[in-house]
């Protein structure tokens, strides 16, 4: 049964992948988690790069603690770093792995910013705004620029210190995501 299902999908894995984002994107964060942790098992820190980097992209989502987060975003990044442009392309035709490069570091300093880590945080940013290129210029391409410059201006105006009890108009904890958004697996 599940060679057939491998054989009519051409990626089973990212559709499940792709599945528990659903559900996380539809509000059920803990189902998301608990998917994704049943995903990761399956997967392996050994898996297919592919499946790790976009699994562990999403499952940051779904922490509640910084420290969490962080960890996943840095499993993503590792991941990416073992990708190639032709896996990349068996999953989708248009998709490069440079394209991966700013929404990562992005996340990765509005992890540091949240964890009070301001020279990490601020390494991640110019590392995302240096990997813009790669970006289309399409709806997803425009967020994940404005994301960085909503960054950028909260890092200015705030040294790269975040009151977590304070939610301010670049986002964060009760205002709006610090991070790009995501596109789906």
Not at 37 to 58: F, K, V
Not at 109 to 124: C, F, I, N, Q, T
């Amino acid at each position: 049964m599940a060679e057939q299902q491998e054989q009519t999908a051409p990626d089973a894995m990212m559709t499940r992948i792709g599945q528990a984002v659903m559900l996380h994107h539809a509000g059920d964060r803990e189902e998301a988690r608990t998917r994704f942790l049943d995903l990761w098992g399956e997967i392996g820190e050994g898996g297919d790069a592919l499946h790790r980097c976009t699994l562990a992209h999403y499952m940051a989502d779904t922490q509640d603690d910084p420290a969490d987060e962080l960890a996943w975003d840095l499993r993503a990044l590792s991941a990416a770093d073992e990708l190639t442009d032709g896996r990349v392309a068996e999953h989708h035709e248009s998709l490069a792995v440079r394209a991966f490069y700013p929404s990562l570091h992005l996340n990765l300093a509005a992890d540091y910013v949240k964890l009070g880590r301001s020279e990490a945080a601020r390494r991640h940013l110019t590392r995302a705004r240096g990997a813009t290129g790669a970006l289309t210029d399409d709806r997803y391409g425009d967020g994940v620029r404005a994301a960085i410059g909503r960054l950028e201006l909260r890092i200015q105006d705030t040294g790269g210190s975040v009151d977590t009890n304070r939610p301010d108009r670049f986002g964060g904890p009760g205002g709006e995501n610090l991070g790009p958004p995501r596109q789906r697996p």
